[in-house]
């Protein structure tokens, strides 16, 4: 959204420009950001209304309503409008990868280029020295710089993994983006009743074959992902807003904010997983060993286990963590589905909890705690932490809580 409506103001308003007689009568820059306003409308309908585009245009509207009223179009109270909209709107989307990510970026960058601006206006005799495609090229390698250090944060807990060669990637295809793939889509588009899109069309199928390429080799290469934990819910709001209070506010309140940071970074790198997790049907226990989790399936139960390896930041296979070697000494028993009371009361003499997917009448057994399927049922999936009076017991309905789209019972 932001290459396209960028490519048709700065199009259309270097073209009205060689008019002289538009040049002495007409406001050119508020024509072009009504006609890029237009365009980037357009984008939204044919792009299907997605929550990413509706995201995007409201952003690209606010800075092209900014134009048209004489504002500043790229500033903070900008990004903090457009931010506002999308919330009032929808506001489910505050706690979504894309409106986290889309809006850190922005501000990120926002914030940069105000500070390079002021630094440039204090080194302007030094800087106008410098060839000027030097110029671009920083700016370039600044941006793909700042929207990645403000969003990887983000991408690692939502995700669990950092891209290490990410700002490679993007210089290598981020100028293709905007020079051939965006200009050859407004030719495809202009030409099109003409029957002549193909012209478009074909640029832009070389600039995308060549930035999937790209992502393709760089996702090869050895380490290019760094797979991290899941963090707890408080850690990425407390970084961030150590991140904003560094930022923004004055010199005390800023080291209070790096602190901040610091601390939430503390909290996530040495966080601990859950030592025992349980899927909701009993099928599938997953145990913290010497070299990772050991799942108790090497096939089925997909979705848990990748949900589990992934919040541990572990890129294993299923099939291989189940063939890693178990925690010496282990207290919890797996039984399979045909499975009586006499072979839990058997269990429960050499185990702590016993995990099995089939219905136990009276399941309680003196110091084992039995989650069969009944009880399962209830809690959800469940983790496991040992505590003084035996293994402390957290199901995943407690923390969804009663609401519309959780079972009732799950209490």
Excluded at 4 to 17: C, I, T
Excluded at 205 to 221: C, E, H, Y
Excluded at 315 to 322: K, L
Excluded at 366 to 385: F, I
Aim: with cysteine; aromatic share 6%.
């Amino acid at each position: 959204m932001g290459l396209l409506v960028g490519f048709v103001f700065n199009s259309l308003r270097g073209a009205l420009a060689l008019i002289p007689w538009a040049v002495l009568h007409l406001p050119l820059k508020k024509i072009a950001a009504a006609i890029a306003l237009v365009s980037a409308s357009v984008y939204l309908v044919l792009s299907g209304v997605s929550v990413a585009t509706e995201r995007a245009f409201i952003m690209a509207a606010v800075m092209l309503g900014a134009v048209l009223v004489d504002r500043r179009a790229i500033s903070l109270r900008a990004v903090a409008l457009a931010a506002m909209i999308v919330l009032i709107l929808r506001p489910e989307s505050l706690l979504s990868p894309g409106f986290q990510m889309s809006f850190a970026a922005t501000t990120a960058l926002v914030a940069a280029f105000a500070a390079l601006r002021d630094w440039r206006l204090a080194h302007a005799e030094t800087i106008g020295r410098l060839p000027r495609w030097t110029t671009g090229l920083a700016s370039v390698v600044l941006s793909s710089f700042v929207a990645g250090l403000a969003t990887a944060p983000i991408a690692a807990a939502h995700f669990n993994q950092i891209a290490r060669f990410g700002l490679l990637a993007n210089l290598i295809s981020v100028p293709v983006m905007g020079l051939i793939v965006m200009p050859g889509a407004v030719v495809a588009t202009c030409l099109a009743p003409l029957g002549l899109a193909d012209m478009g069309l074909w640029g832009m199928r070389l600039g995308i074959s060549w930035i999937l390429t790209v992502a393709d080799q760089i996702a090869a290469w050895e380490g290019a992902r760094i797979m991290t934990p899941a963090p707890r819910p408080l850690i990425l709001p407390l970084l961030y807003l150590g991140a904003l209070m560094t930022t923004f506010c004055i010199r005390h309140l800023r080291w209070a904010g790096l602190a901040m940071q610091v601390v939430a970074l503390s909290l996530w790198m040495g966080q601990g997983r859950p030592p025992i997790l349980v899927s909701q049907s009993g099928k599938l226990i997953g145990i913290l060993g010497p070299e990772g989790r050991v799942l108790s399936r090497a096939r089925g139960e997909g979705f848990p286990a990748r949900a589990w390896l992934d919040a541990d930041g572990d890129p294993a296979s299923q099939a291989r963590t189940a063939m890693r070697p178990r925690p010496i000494g282990g207290s919890v028993r797996h039984l399979p589905k045909r499975t009586g009371h006499e072979d839990v009361r058997e269990a429960c003499r050499n185990a702590v909890v016993v995990v099995t997917s089939a219905r136990i009448p009276m399941a309680d057994m003196p110091g084992c705690l039995v989650l069969d399927s009944t009880r399962l049922a209830m809690l959800g999936a469940v983790a496991l932490y040992p505590g003084r009076d035996g293994p402390r017991v957290i199901g995943a309905a407690r923390i969804a809580g009663d609401r519309l789209w959780t079972a009732r019972d799950g209490q």
